[in-house]
C-alpha cells in the first residue's frame, strides 16, 4: 500500500495567523488518466470526517477560500490562510492513485 | 440532500462476526458511477478503507482484509452492508458514498462497535 506521511502531527497557531500541513507519498501519485488523486479531509472534535480538497487543489462546495491545496508527485501542502477557531480538528491527507485509498496519519490543528 | 447512517450492534464477541448497515436517503445506491462503502477509524491505524460496492454491483475490497470481509445490498431498501468475519477490531465504522478511485466525498455519522467479551 502507498504509504502517507504527514507533517507536523501537531500544529498549535494563533488566530489569524497561517498555517501549512504537508504530506508526501510513498510513491507518485500521478495516475495512467493523468490525474492527481489526493484529497484533504478535516475531521472537527466530535463530527465524521468533511472533503475540503479533491484532486489537490479543487475546493468543495461550501468550503471557504482560506483553505488551498497544491502539489504535484509525491508533495503536497494544505495551506489555511488565517486560521479561525472553526478551523480546530483533524486534518487527513488521503490518495486514491492506487487502490486501497489510504490516508495520512492526521495532523492536529488548535489554537494557541 | 444525500445522507448516510449507519446501524448495527455496538458491541461485538470476539472473534464474531461484525455487520453494520448503512441507509441512504436523498440517492440511489443503483444510479450514477458512485461506489458506496466502508472506512473504520481506530486509534490505532487511523483511518482504513474496508471496501465498497458500485453502483453495478461490482466489489473491491482492501487487500489486507479481503479475506474477511463482504460487502452487499439491498436495492429495494437502498441498503447496503458489512460483514467482517473474526472482530477483533474495535473500531468506528463509517459508511461512505466513493465517486471513483476510493475518492470519499460523503460520510455517515459514524457507528462505534466495541469487540469485546
Known amino acids: 500500500d502507498v504509504v502517507m506521511t504527514q507533517s507536523p502531527l501537531s500544529l498549535p497557531v494563533t488566530l489569524g495567523q497561517p498555517a501549512s500541513i504537508s504530506c508526501r507519498s510513498s510513491?507518485?501519485?500521478?495516475?495512467?488518466?493523468?490525474?492527481?488523486?489526493l484529497n484533504w479531509y478535516q475531521q472537527r472534535p466530535g463530527q465524521s470526517p468533511r472533503r475540503l480538497i479533491y484532486?489537490?487543489?479543487n475546493r468543495d462546495s461550501g468550503v471557504p477560500d482560506r483553505f488551498s491545496g497544491s502539489g504535484s508527485g509525491t508533495d503536497f501542502t494544505l495551506k489555511i490562510s488565517r486560521v479561525e477557531a472553526d478551523d480546530v480538528g483533524v486534518y487527513y491527507c488521503?490518495?486514491?492513485?492506487?487502490?486501497?485509498?489510504?490516508f495520512g496519519q492526521g495532523t492536529k490543528l488548535e489554537i494557541k | 440532500q444525500l445522507q448516510l447512517q449507519e446501524s448495527g450492534p455496538a458491541l461485538v464477541q470476539p472473534s464474531e462476526t461484525l455487520s453494520l448497515t448503512c441507509s441512504v436517503s436523498?440517492?440511489?445506491?443503483?444510479?450514477?458511477?458512485?461506489?458506496w462503502g466502508w472506512v473504520r477509524q481506530s486509534p490505532g491505524t487511523g483511518l482504513e478503507w474496508i471496501g465498497s460496492?458500485?453502483?453495478?454491483?461490482n466489489t473491491h475490497y482492501n487487500p489486507s482484509l479481503k479475506s474477511r470481509v463482504t460487502i452487499s445490498r439491498d436495492t429495494s431498501k437502498n441498503q447496503f452492508s458489512l460483514n467482517l468475519a473474526s472482530a477483533a477490531d474495535t473500531a468506528i465504522y463509517y459508511c461512505?458514498?466513493?465517486?471513483?478511485?476510493?475518492?470519499?466525498?460523503?460520510w455517515g455519522q459514524g457507528t462505534l462497535v466495541t469487540v469485546s467479551s
Open positions: 484532486k489537490v487543489s
Open positions: 460496492i458500485h453502483s453495478s454491483g
Open positions: 436523498g440517492g440511489s445506491i443503483t444510479s450514477g458511477s458512485y461506489f
Open positions: 488521503m490518495q486514491g492513485t492506487h487502490g486501497p485509498g489510504t
Open positions: 461512505v458514498r466513493d465517486s471513483g478511485s476510493w475518492d470519499v466525498d460523503f
Open positions: 510513491q507518485s501519485l500521478v495516475k495512467t488518466n493523468g490525474n492527481t488523486y
